[in-house]
């Protein structure tokens, strides 16, 4: 390099580098105007989470097509180093590696070489499935194709230096090289000028590329290469279970409208998306045509924070958590438009936790929506019409139908069910829920479970009319306030009794239970029956004589599996009430179960746009011609029981709870009745 190309590469270099220094200092900033949140504990922990998910990709590959961009991820890595060498190069032409020494700077170039190569490859497939067999998940966005593009030219341009510099003699330990040495042969019929010219314009390629790629990178949809990594870094260590709980007292305001009333963690997740789409392809309204799509909320949040961020860090406003309704009109986050959210795929969710468990880089997006959700209720008292019922009843009558509190005991009117009084002392506390108490479907379950309890001999007790709603539909819906009310009094009486261990019949109570109400104190161990029932077998205090052969699928409970991580319980049940058959299995099972459509408050909503979701899952289901579907949710039991008979298939199939199909199981028993 002449001294006119090394000071002109010295300006565009110096220029590149502050356009770059300036863009993450714009963003870094603008992502610490988000509120406070402590993700800062358990850092050893952290740093693992990082290598495997981050470095090691375990979520990209654990999907079809996740190990082309695993090797995109390395070589990137791998070249970063070639790269560096190039760039202090280009300032001072003797620089390079070769300290490393003999064994580790030919690794080097070879681990370049096959890189390149590998990258290339990568790149060309990546390119084709967007053109040729594009799943419906991936947009095809002008921005991918620039990325694409750039990382070609990359590649290409190191290939022709690297060949010209062998050529030239240049490179000592060309042998390290087998593509670009090969390459070099098709230079041998070049005079020493043809190359030189050549390896110029290579390198000036190579260069340019570089320093636009450096300059582009924090604008575009590749921001994630600077942000997954610190996002798999600062993600919750445990699958996101709850949503903070909030303060309530004057002058505060509730949920979130503006995108800087999120948290700095929460901005981060909008910088880091890779807009991959696994999000989109498992997320039930989405996949059921409603207008609810994980991927563009998150997408909706980044062009909120990136449009605005210049703006609010130009006025810094006192408080941006207490902005109100008069705040700059730009800084809408709930509406229409690319920079907000509709109120429409607001309500549309599940918060079945689909999308997060699918997330590569440990996006949260359910607490996003209930947060938004908790502005629309309590702030702006817009939500829609059907629920109007559900949050009087429940805070008027602590159920969501209105019923007389009276009304909860009645399902045990022809058994001897303690009931507790201040006084009295059970090993156990069945809370029976509302649906357990009040619905007559679920009633049927409730009282297989009083018969499971009563043969294996346990202590237990029910608090009758004094039971309240745990708050489940409220707290996914957004009405923060009564759930507040509810799970105070809720946990308040359950101290007075000293419980200690708590069977609970729904897994929409029993998550709320042992993960929200750990929020107000609550110390006491909660089971589900399934996970009560699977014990007692092992323990051999129930005994079963098999049932008739049959097929049976189970479905998994959003709330119980994806969140609570009870999977196998369930299903040691049924093969224990099958004779030690196990049950048939969906293709989305387990941790990847599709949704029954209720969760999330929607158990209560109208589903008239697209099609029912809970229709879906049946056609999942029956597609196994089973005889019974199990399930361990009086909310999915709702929905099969519809689902089937909307398919014709009442009478045909059942839906069956796994307490069922144990007590179908047991010996013949006579009434049985506490003492």
């Given at each position: ?378 702030e702006k008292a817009e939500f829609p019409p059907e629920l109007t019922n559900l949050f009087e009843n429940t ?281």
């Open positions: 390099m002449n001294a006119a190309e090394i000071g002109m590469f010295a300006v565009l270099l110096l220029l590149a580098l502050a356009v770059f220094a300036r863009a993450l200092y714009r963003l870094f900033a603008v992502m610490c105007l988000g509120r406070w949140e402590n993700r800062f504990d358990r850092l050893w922990a952290r740093f693992g989470g990082m290598l495997l998910y981050a470095f090691g990709q375990r979520r990209v590959i654990s999907e079809k097509f996740g190990f082309n961009h695993f090797f995109i991820f390395w070589g990137f890595m791998v070249l970063l180093l070639v790269n560096s060498q190039f760039l202090v190069a280009g300032l001072f032409p003797a620089f390079s590696f070769q300290f490393l020494g003999p064994v580790l700077y030919p690794a080097l170039l070879a681990a370049a070489d096959c890189m390149s190569a590998v990258v290339l490859l990568t790149v060309v497939v990546a390119a084709a499935r967007r053109i040729a067999f594009r799943p419906a998940h991936v947009d095809p966005t002008l921005d991918a194709y620039i990325i694409l593009s750039l990382i070609g030219v990359l590649m290409l341009a190191y290939f022709g230096l690297s060949a010209c510099e062998i050529q030239q003699g240049a490179i000592e330990a060309a042998a390290w090289m087998p593509i670009s040495e090969r390459l070099a042969e098709l230079a041998a019929g070049f005079s020493e000028r043809e190359v030189h010219v050549a390896s110029r314009i290579f390198w000036w390629i190579h260069a340019l590329t570089l320093l636009f790629f450096l300059t582009y990178l924090p604008r575009g949809k590749h921001l994630h290469i600077l942000t997954a990594i610190p996002n798999c870094f600062f993600r919750s260590l445990e699958f996101v279970r709850t949503v903070p709980r909030m303060v309530f007292q004057k002058g505060n305001r509730f949920g979130v409208s503006k995108v800087f009333q999120f948290t700095w963690k929460n901005l981060l997740d909008f910088y880091a998306c890779t807009e991959c789409g696994r999000c989109q392809a498992c997320c039930p309204a989405h996949s059921t045509g409603k207008a609810l799509n994980p991927k563009q909320v998150i997408h909706a949040g980044k062009l909120n924070v990136l449009a605005n961020g210049p703006q609010v860090l130009a006025g810094r406003p006192d408080s941006l958590a207490s902005a109100g309704d008069d705040a700059p009109a730009a800084w809408p986050l709930i509406g229409s438009g690319g920079q907000s959210v509709s109120p429409e795929a607001i309500w549309a969710c599940t918060t079945c936790g689909a999308c997060m468990n699918a997330c590569p880089v440990f996006i949260e997006h359910v607490p996003k929506l209930i947060g938004m959700r908790r502005h629309l209720v309590m805070e008027q009558r602590f159920n969501p139908w209105g019923i007389a509190p009276s009304e909860r005991v009645k399902w045990a009117q022809d058994y001897e069910v303690r009931v507790m009084a201040d006084d009295a002392k059970v090993d156990y506390l069945f809370f029976v829920g509302c649906s357990g108490a009040l619905d007559s479907r679920s009633r049927q379950t409730t009282l297989a479970l009083a018969k499971i309890f009563n043969q294996a001999g346990l202590s237990w007790g029910i608090l009758g009319s004094r039971e309240k709603c745990c708050g489940d539909p409220l707290r996914r819906l957004g009405n923060e306030y009564v759930f507040d009310t509810l799970a105070r009094e809720n946990v308040q009486l359950f101290k007075r009794h000293g419980i200690q261990k708590v069977i609970t019949f729904c897994p929409h109570c029993f998550s709320t239970l042992k993960n929200d109400y750990a929020q107000y104190g609550a110390d006491f161990e909660v089971i589900h029956h399934t996970q009560l029932i699977a014990d007692l077998l092992r323990q051999g205090r129930l005994r079963l004589s098999g049932r008739a052969e049959e097929r049976i699928v189970f479905h998994d409970s959003c709330y119980l599996g994806r969140y609570n991580g009870v999977l196998d319980e369930p299903r040691e049940v049924i093969a224990a009430a099958s004779g030690g058959k196990p049950p048939l299995e969906m293709p989305r099972c387990g941790q990847n179960s599709f949704c029954c459509g209720a969760g999330g408050g929607r158990m209560w909503m109208d589903e008239d746009i697209g099609q029912a979701t809970y229709l879906a899952r049946t056609r999942e289901a029956l597609a196994l011609n089973p005889s019974t579907i199990a399930v361990a949710c009086p909310y999915c039991m709702t929905m099969f029981e519809d689902g089937l008979r909307d398919e014709n298939a009442t009478g045909k199939v059942k839906v069956r709870d796994v307490a069922e199909l144990v007590v179908e199981a047991m010996p013949s028993l006579s009434p049985t009745r506490t003492t």
